[in-house]
């Protein structure tokens, strides 16, 4: 026991998290997701509406304790007329609402003066945007007659990349991907997610939506690429405003936002392939 026990010590230390409480609430998640996207799809977009304000409140709270000053209430009935819109109206609901947010957004902010004015409008747009609009993607994967299909090929693609490169670069990770973005994160586990991810698609794509092989492929690549990006934008803010993670809600993960991240920019570079698949496929 005392055996593993070190060996866990050791895994957490080079991490940068801890694995087992890591695990459990990746595995409670998942089955969340997949159990009321297959059974209950409103529920399904309610959780994730949920887990969304969660992390705008999160990043919310970073700002304001920067001086960038931005309204939570303001942004979570903003982002959830996004969210809303994107649900039922699809994307031409997206769309509009995201530019009537915007303007709204910024005309309360022009009630406070113009004093910062520039900053707490970019950082309002900022937060309005991220996590706000590009999680609009997931609901218009979601509410498609094939969205069990849809999210399930989302969250293979991301789960993959974020579980092997987790491991690769526990395992043997040695030369540094982005140092000053995020220490911890390596090229071999950048490699190692991709090559994961790109196997599950490929299998995935095959299996749900009747694709060849190096169609999934390919789309695993480009989503690991995407994962990765999430990943590194979410690193970067956090690092612009000092903090270690975005929250404590999760354990072994951090805030929602830190769990979030790479989903948040997957989910419109898939729902682009599986536009494509539809139109030329």
């Known amino acids: 026991m005392s055996d593993l026990h070190s060996i866990n010590e050791a895994i957490n230390k080079k991490a940068g998290r801890k694995l087992i409480p890591s695990i459990l609430v990746g595995l409670a998640l998942l089955g969340i997701i997949f159990s009321t996207i297959a059974f209950v799809p409103i529920l399904f977009g309610l959780f994730v509406l949920i887990a969304v304000l969660l992390a705008l409140h999160e990043l919310s709270a970073a700002f304001n304790a920067r001086e960038l000053k931005v309204n939570f209430t303001h942004l979570s009935i903003a982002t959830t007329a996004v969210i809303a819109s994107s649900w039922f109206a699809g994307l031409p609901g997206l769309a509009i609402s995201i530019v009537a947010s915007i303007i709204g957004l910024l005309l309360l902010q022009l009630l406070?003066?113009?004093?910062?004015?520039?900053?707490?409008?970019?950082?309002?747009?900022?937060?309005?945007?991220?996590?706000?609009?590009?999680?609009?993607?997931?609901?218009?994967?979601?509410?498609?007659?094939?969205?069990?299909?849809?999210?399930?090929?989302?969250?293979?693609?991301?789960g993959l990349n974020d579980t092997f490169a987790y491991l690769t670069g526990v395992l043997i990770g040695k030369h540094p991907m982005a140092p000053k973005i995020s220490p911890k994160k390596t090229w071999e586990g950048f490699i190692g997610g991709l090559i994961f991810a790109a196997t599950g698609s490929a299998f995935a794509f095959n299996c749900l939506l009747d694709q060849e092989l190096w169609v999934g492929a390919l789309a695993g690549v480009i989503g690991a690429l995407a994962a990765t990006t999430g990943d590194l934008i979410e690193s970067a803010i956090k690092r612009d405003l000092s903090l270690k993670d975005m929250g404590t809600l999760l354990p072994g993960h951090g805030g929602m936002l830190d769990r979030l991240d790479a989903a948040l920019i997957t989910a419109p570079v898939f729902w682009c392939i599986i536009e494509l698949i539809k139109r030329f496929g």
């Open 112 to 158: 406070n003066g113009t004093t910062g004015f520039v900053k707490s409008a970019t950082a309002t747009t900022f937060a309005l945007m991220y996590p706000g609009f590009i999680s609009g993607f997931i609901f218009l994967l979601a509410r498609s007659g094939d969205g069990f299909a849809y999210i399930s090929l989302l969250v293979i693609a991301v």
